[in-house]
């Protein structure tokens, strides 16, 4: 069985330099330093190559970490978008177990639209990386629209991951908790979740897959709750005056991965909800490789265990098959590399 896994995260020099000239912490988590999670961010060689023979993953989509260039300066996140698909671009060409989606520069719409028509036809790449709200516009914001429309004409997915939510909702839900678990949980503990997800509905209330039908979108981290409440979020539909039923959109215009969590419960549930054809895979290297103080063991895909996880799931070979390897390509029209 083969396998491709989607949300495999980099970090590459010029966005470090990037990040550090716009005042981003310089911590492991952003690829700083000589921690061994900084170290399998920016790596791109043996390293990478060895943690994915660990995993039993036969190629790695590579992305930005988040917030990728979406926390920079217009004209900053235009150019270092330019540069990080160029550099991308060839990395993937000089080894074929290694694939990329492309950085997208939304804090210039315009730019955003060019960039990924360019990525796309002249670069090769299959799809884009996205991260929620681009300062305080949110994904389902009108400036986006060209964006989205680009994405549905050229028939490439866009992958949305979370981030951190505004500093606002930081200090009212999750400010006060003692041992200072109130950051981690407004980060990958839920607030990422939460963020994203409201940016979904957000995205189908305000008639984005109305007008874009065709658009595709990947959902990490098991749908991002949304399909968790699908069932009660639909009450709204008329009220929202909707063209389908909610659960439709997600059906339709959605395709759902895991990003390392290995747990059978979210898996099945995604199963029953979009269905075995809609689903795809990731691992979310580096952030799940290994056990590290603290961590959780359904967050550990080394040892081998993001690929037992898709052979032990319970569905048929063939939709193991899909799920691995084959929606994937199904989704972008590509061919087994």
């Known amino acids: 069985m083969r396998i491709v896994a989607l949300e495999e995260h980099v ?27 900084a170290r399998r961010l920016r790596d791109v060689g043996e390293l990478r190559l060895a943690d994915m023979d660990d995993q039993g993953i036969d190629v790695a989509v590579l992305s930005l970490a988040s917030p990728g260039v979406q926390n920079l300066a217009p004209t900053d996140a235009v150019s270092v978008a330019r540069d990080a698909n160029d550099t991308l671009a060839e990395i993937a060409a000089a080894n074929p177990r290694l694939q990329a989606l492309a950085a997208i520069p939304t804090p210039s719409p315009e730019a955003a639209a060019a960039e990924l028509e360019r990525a796309v036809t002249r670069l090769g790449f299959r799809g884009a990386m996205l991260y929620g709200r681009t300062g305080t516009s949110l994904a389902d914001a009108a400036e986006f629209d060209d964006l989205y429309g680009t994405a549905e004409r050229l028939r490439v997915p866009l992958h949305f991951h979370p981030q951190t939510p505004p500093r606002a909702i930081q200090d009212a839900y999750y400010s006060g ?15 990422w979740y939460y963020d994203l997800g409201v940016q979904y509905l957000r995205m189908v209330f305000s008639g984005v897959f109305d007008r874009h039908p065709d658009l595709q979108v990947i959902a990490g981290h098991w749908g991002e709750v949304v399909l968790f409440y699908l069932d009660h979020i639909g009450v709204l539909q008329e009220m929202a005056k909707l063209q389908r039923p909610l659960a439709d959109y997600f059906r339709h215009n959605f395709w759902v991965a895991g990003s390392g969590t290995v747990s059978e419960r979210y898996l099945r549930w995604t199963a029953e909800v979009v269905g075995t054809d809609r689903m795809l895979y990731s691992t979310d290297y580096p952030y799940t490789f290994g056990t590290r103080p603290g961590g959780f063991p359904f967050l550990d895909t080394s040892g081998g265990v993001a690929r037992k996880f898709l052979e032990q799931a319970p569905f048929t070979a063939e939709e193991k098959a899909a799920i691995g390897s084959g929606n994937w390509q199904r ?4 061919s087994p590399d």
């Open 11 to 37: 970090v590459l020099p010029a966005l470090l330099d990037a990040w550090t000239k716009a005042g981003e912490p310089q911590i492991p988590q952003r690829g700083y330093g000589d921690d061994p999670l």
């Open 177 to 191: 908790l003692p041992h200072g678990v109130g950051p981690a949980l407004a980060g990958a503990g839920l607030g």
């Open 331 to 334: 989704l972008t029209g590509s």
